[in-house]
Structures are given as C-alpha cells and as structure tokens.
C-alpha cells in the first residue's frame, strides 16, 4: 500500500481511538448462581453508569478457594484489585503483611465524601481495626434469623409467631410433634448459630481478648456454663425428635421445605431461597434466647464477606477501586442488593428506602435481620470474631458438636475437646503471624 493510501486509514483508526482509556481492574468474588449472576448485574450496572472504570468480575470458586487464590497471586504478582473474603478470613486478611490496602486510607485518597457513620455500626465493627478504622467494605452481610412454617403452627394451635426463647421452642417444638410434624427444628450452621451467635446475643465471650480483637493472644473459652447448657439441650433434643441434626451448613432446608421440620434456624440471607423453594407460608423471627440468662438480648454477629483491596496497583487502578464502592454505597444499589439477595443492606439511607418503599410491609419478616442488628449497641462480646484459623476451628467445633449429637461425648466434653484443639490452632496462627 502507497504513503498516500496508508495515511487515511491510520488517521481514521486514531480517529476511532479514545483520547482516554478506561482504568480496567479486576474483581475476584466467591458468589455462584442466582447470587452471583446479582453480583454481575450490578458490575454491569456500574460499568455502564460511567466512561472512566471497567470492572472486571469473576468467580473464583467458594470461600476458601478466593482468598487462598487471591493471595497465591499476590505472591506471583498477578493479584486482582479487589477480592471477596469471607468474614472468617478477616484475621488472615489483616496479617498479610503488604498486601491490603485498608479500605478507610484508600477512601480518604480517592474518594469524596465518604463516611464511616453512614454505615451500620453492627457491620462495620466486624471490619474495623481498634481504632475503629474500615479495613474492608462490607459487601454481602447477613445474620441468623428463625423461620417457622405458619400452616404448621395454626395446626397446632401455637400463636402467628415465632418463638421468642429457646424454652418456647422446646415448648413449641413439643406442641408441634403432637399435633403430628415429624421434628420441631433443624439448623443451618450450627457453629456460627448455636455457638457463635447463641455467646453475641447473651453477652458472652466466645474468646478472650474481646474475641480476638484484642490481640493475637486470644484464647477460646466457649466452653462455659451458657454454652454447655445450651448444646447439652440441643444433645437432649436430637434424641427426642425436638431437634433434627441435618449437616455442617445449609443441609437443613431440606427438612423445612418438606415440611419435616416446622422451624429451622439459618441465614437472612437464605431468605430468598426459602421464598423460592416452600410450598407454605412462613414466617421470619429473630434468634431465640434463654430469658433466665439474659432479659434483653444482644445484637447477634455477621457473617458473609466484604470486599479487599489489595496493593500493587497504580493509582489509577484505586481511583476505581474507589468509585467502584462508592457506587456499591449508593441506597438505591444497597437496598436492590438487600431486597432481591436477603443480604442486609449496610447504610442507614439503603434502610430508610427500603422502608419507606413498603418492602418491609409487602415482605413480611424481611426487616428482621436488620431490627436484630441494630436494636442494641453492639458490645465486645457481640462485635464479631476475629480469630486466626477460625475455618479450621468451625471444622473442629462441627466434629465436636457432632459427637454430642450421635450421643458419643457430652455436651461439656466436646466442648471442652473443641476448646483445646482451637486454642491449638490460635497458637499456630499467632506464631506464624508474630513480627
């Protein structure tokens, strides 16, 4: 081709070039299915609301297989920008030395506007360092609720109610039996509800050190009077029928949508799969308590994940980080993320707005999560966990709590066995992760 044939076309195709590029960054996120094609929407969504940042998100498998792949990267240099990590790996997060960019400093760099205030105290304290600092923005939050089947309960003559105690649910649970349901309740996450949770909404510590927000030096200590009674109970209730042992995480929904349990302790944010899968009308009600150990009860604790950001990238890469979360921040983008997922929304406005549009109303139980939350100012022992190789611990505690269930130790022994074993796991971690 000639000089003169060539200049046209190159001067066209600078032509069709933009003056500027878009910043590309990459987000690595742990959510499959309907919750993942949610998260891909609202990618898009952003993408889309602007010319500056294109997000590129995609699944890295499950929890576990995110973060330990994100930080297999950051060792090779080939890290994303953002990674989703889940609440038990918020320890880990803060120990990788060099490779998290907080998300409080970044924002106060590349971002107008933000604050911390605007978010809920009982979500963000799960994030924040001692001085009360953002680490990580809280994406996908949620809390243990519990559902009840509203037909079963009119059956058997109980109140449109669920129950408020956990000496109601054995009451109800019996009444239940009677009236012809095979087993009272079941459970999704039986360390996160019935040890976790159960220590948060009695005030109880889980672990010294203000559960592990203290230091590194944390010891375990759930093995006390409350939480013996309450898994002796349980062990008590399985062999009766009351309780019905169903696996290690969501297993349970089984014996609800059957039908076979009436009531069954689990996610808010297994809402959406209740909704869509239970031929019967059911109810949302907040955790129970043991009233003679506590008169009014705690906020109960988080879990899901929340978005990192980590080091090795330009400064343009963070400006996007940045307008990325700010958009995720938006009411309208939070109160859509908590109204289709279950997930609560995580600002003061995404609730207000989804209030004040009926949704509550409309969507009975669906505040509950956020009413459990937010109720009482969160304290040491209902702030959240932060404890070094707490997914090997929760393995643990399943295996100990299992051995009650099949009536193989006692409640104070598998606790007792759970507790050694763990502090074992927190030593490691905190030799491992000593300057």
Same mark, same amino acid.
């Given at each position: 081709?000639?000089?003169?044939?060539?200049?046209?076309?190159?001067?066209?195709?600078?032509?069709?070039?933009?003056?500027?590029?878009?910043?590309?960054?990459?987000?690595?996120?742990?959510?499959?299915?309907?919750?993942?094609?949610?998260?891909?929407?609202?990618?898009?969504?952003?993408?889309?609301?602007?010319?500056?940042?294109?997000?590129?998100?995609?699944?890295?498998?499950?929890?576990?297989?995110?973060?330990?792949?994100?930080?297999?990267?950051?060792?090779?240099?080939?890290?994303?920008?953002?990674?989703?990590?889940?609440?038990?790996?918020?320890?880990?997060?803060?120990?990788?030395?060099?490779?998290?960019?907080?998300?409080?400093?970044?924002?106060?760099?590349?971002?107008?506007?933000?604050?911390?205030?605007?978010?809920?105290?009982?979500?963000?304290?799960?994030?924040?360092?001692?001085?009360?600092?953002?680490?990580?923005?809280?994406?996908?939050?949620?809390?243990?609720?519990?559902?009840?089947?509203?037909?079963?309960?009119?059956?058997?003559?109980?109140?449109?109610?669920?129950?408020?105690?956990?000496?109601?649910?054995?009451?109800?649970?019996? !009444?239940?039996?009677?009236?012809?349901?095979?087993?009272?309740?079941?459970?999704?996450?039986?360390?996160?509800?019935?040890?976790?949770?159960?220590?948060?909404?009695?005030?109880?510590?889980?672990?010294?050190?203000?559960?592990?927000?203290?230091?590194?030096?944390?010891?375990?200590?759930?093995?006390?009077?409350?939480?013996?009674?309450?898994?002796?109970?349980?062990?008590?209730?399985?062999?009766?029928?009351?309780?019905?042992?169903?696996?290690?995480?969501?297993?349970?929904?089984?014996?609800?949508?059957?039908?076979?349990?009436?009531?069954?302790?689990?996610?808010?944010?297994?809402?959406?799969?209740?909704?869509?899968?239970?031929?019967?009308?059911?109810?949302?009600?907040?955790?129970?308590?043991?009233?003679?150990?506590?008169?009014?009860?705690?906020?109960?604790?988080?879990?899901?994940?929340?978005?990192?950001?980590?080091?090795?990238?330009?400064?343009?890469?963070?400006?996007?980080?940045?307008?990325?979360?700010?958009?995720?921040?938006?009411?309208?983008?939070?109160?859509?993320?908590?109204?289709?997922?279950?997930?609560?929304?995580?600002?003061?406005?995404?609730?207000?707005?989804?209030?004040?549009?009926?949704?509550?109303?409309?969507?009975?139980?669906?505040?509950?999560?956020?009413?459990?939350?937010?109720?009482?100012?969160?304290?040491?022992?209902?702030?959240?966990?932060?404890?070094?190789?707490?997914? !090997?611990?929760?393995?643990?505690?399943?295996?100990?709590?299992?051995?009650?269930?099949?009536?193989?130790?006692?409640?104070?022994?598998?606790?007792?066995?759970?507790?050694?074993?763990?502090?074992? !796991?927190?030593?490691?971690?905190?030799?491992?992760?000593?300057?």
């Amino acid at each position: 081709m000639s000089t003169k044939k060539l200049l046209p076309v190159m001067m066209g195709a600078l032509a069709a070039t933009p003056a500027f590029a878009e910043t590309e960054i990459e987000f690595w996120h742990a959510m499959g299915g309907a919750l993942g094609e949610m998260t891909e929407a609202i990618v898009s969504d952003f993408n889309a609301s602007q010319d500056d940042y294109h997000v590129n998100a995609s699944y890295r498998g499950n929890y576990n297989e995110t973060m330990t792949g994100a930080i297999a990267a950051f060792r090779s240099g080939t890290q994303p920008a953002i990674v989703q990590v889940y609440e038990v790996g918020t320890a880990t997060m803060m120990s990788a030395e060099g490779a998290v960019y907080p998300l409080h400093e970044l924002m106060a760099t590349h971002a107008d506007g933000f604050d911390p205030s605007d978010y809920l105290a009982s979500v963000v304290g799960y994030y924040a360092n001692e001085n009360g600092d953002m680490l990580s923005f809280p994406y996908n939050s949620s809390t243990p609720v519990l559902y009840y089947n509203k037909a079963a309960f009119a059956a058997a003559g109980l109140p449109d109610r669920g129950p408020r105690t956990w000496e109601e649910v054995e009451s109800f649970s019996r !009444q239940l039996m009677e009236s012809g349901v095979e087993c009272g309740f079941t459970t999704a996450w039986q360390s996160w509800v019935h040890l976790e949770n159960l220590s948060a909404r009695h005030d109880v510590p889980f672990a010294t050190r203000a559960n592990g927000f203290g230091g590194l030096d944390s010891e375990l200590v759930f093995n006390g009077e409350l939480q013996r009674r309450h898994v002796e109970a349980l062990g008590e209730w399985q062999q009766e029928g009351i309780f019905s042992y169903s696996g290690r995480t969501n297993e349970g929904s089984s014996k609800f949508y059957s039908e076979e349990c009436a009531m069954y302790t689990e996610s808010s944010a297994g809402y959406a799969g209740i909704n869509a899968n239970a031929d019967f009308e059911f109810g949302v009600s907040p955790l129970p308590y043991w009233e003679d150990v506590i008169d009014t009860p705690q906020n109960t604790i988080i879990g899901g994940a929340t978005l990192w950001t980590l080091e090795g990238h330009d400064e343009a890469a963070y400006e996007a980080v940045a307008a990325f979360f700010s958009y995720l921040s938006q009411p309208e983008v939070q109160a859509s993320w908590h109204q289709q997922s279950g997930y609560l929304p995580v600002t003061h406005a995404a609730v207000s707005l989804t209030r004040d549009s009926g949704f509550y109303d409309e969507n009975p139980g669906t505040d509950t999560a956020v009413e459990q939350m937010t109720a009482t100012e969160p304290t040491e022992n209902s702030r959240g966990l932060r404890l070094g190789n707490f997914p !090997q611990i929760r393995a643990i505690i399943d295996e100990s709590l299992e051995s009650v269930w099949n009536g193989e130790a006692s409640a104070q022994e598998a606790l007792d066995r759970a507790v050694e074993r763990g502090n074992e !796991q927190l030593r490691r971690f905190e030799q491992a992760n000593r300057g």
